[in-house]
């Protein structure tokens, strides 16, 4: 059974920084269930957006809007996917969630519908 877990959320002023970790469990080399990782976030009233994903070590994608900003990353041997958040912004406070699944086409990252496992989520809220 795959499980995430986020953590690293927290209050920040303008410009500092947040690391997210999502720990993860259950899902193996090769998974016939998952391929991809990625991290969303949702603010209130808005849908839920694609901020980063990863799949195995070298192909990574971002938001054009958290690009220079944000790193995505990912211990195997520790089992977790990390973002690395710099220079925030107020207007990237939301709910933050991170998301496994079995993509077929690279060019849907960003498609929440495309993931089958979620966390809970992990709040960031920036202050300006």
């Known amino acids: 059974q795959v499980q995430l877990v986020e953590s690293g959320g927290g209050s920040v002023q303008g410009g500092g920084s947040l690391r997210l970790s999502c720990a993860t469990s259950?899902?193996?080399?090769?998974?016939?269930?998952?391929?991809?990782m990625g991290w969303f976030r949702q603010a209130p009233g808005q849908e839920r957006e694609g901020v980063a994903a990863?799949?195995?070590?070298?192909?990574?994608y971002y938001a054009d809007s958290v690009k220079g900003r944000f790193i995505i990353s990912h211990d195997n041997a520790k089992k977790t996917m990390y973002l690395q958040m710099n220079s925030l912004k107020p207007e990237d406070t939301a709910m933050y969630y991170c998301?496994?699944?079995?993509?077929?086409?690279?060019?849907?990252?960003?498609?929440?519908?495309?993931?089958?496992?979620w966390g809970q989520g992990t709040q960031v809220t920036v202050s300006s």
């Open positions: 998301a496994a699944g079995l993509l077929r086409r690279l060019e849907n990252w960003a498609r929440h519908e495309e993931y089958r496992y």
């Open positions: 990863i799949w195995g070590d070298l192909t990574k």
């Open positions: 259950g899902i193996t080399a090769g998974s016939a269930s998952v391929n991809f």
